[in-house]
């Protein structure tokens, strides 16, 4: 990761540091996954600091919500909290993102993020999505 698009990242991470996680967050189980699969991934999102998520959890979070079928069917906030993680993995090109990509353009535009997000917000994602077009 090139050092522009580390700081670009870690902007994101401040950007959005004010989203939190409530008590409960929309995630449902995968088709055919079992109960306790399920339980044991929803302990993961909900216990592992941020930074240190796993991207199959980011990935499976954002492949629930963008399966979401109705227009905003998803908390706006929770989202925001687990986008920087997504937008690292993505930078890091650790693990194999393609889906991550997909599902969180389906999740922004759903969202309608550049129309109801604050203008830091959008200007943090857009330099790291700008930054990931250039490589």
Known sequence: MTPELQSAVENAYLAF???????????????????????????????????ALPPEAVEAYFEYIAAAYYEGGFDDGEVRYFLPRALDLIAQSAHDTLFIREYLGRVLER?????????????????????????
């Open 111 to 135: 969202g309608h993020a550049r129309i109801a997000w604050p203008a830091a917000e959008i200007e943090a994602l857009d330099r790291v999505l700008g930054l990931l077009a250039e490589d």
């Open 17 to 51: 540091a004010s989203h939190r996680l409530g008590r409960r967050i929309g995630f449902g189980s995968r088709v055919g996954t079992t109960r306790a699969a399920h339980e044991a991934m929803l302990k993961v999102l909900t216990q592992t600091p941020l930074r």
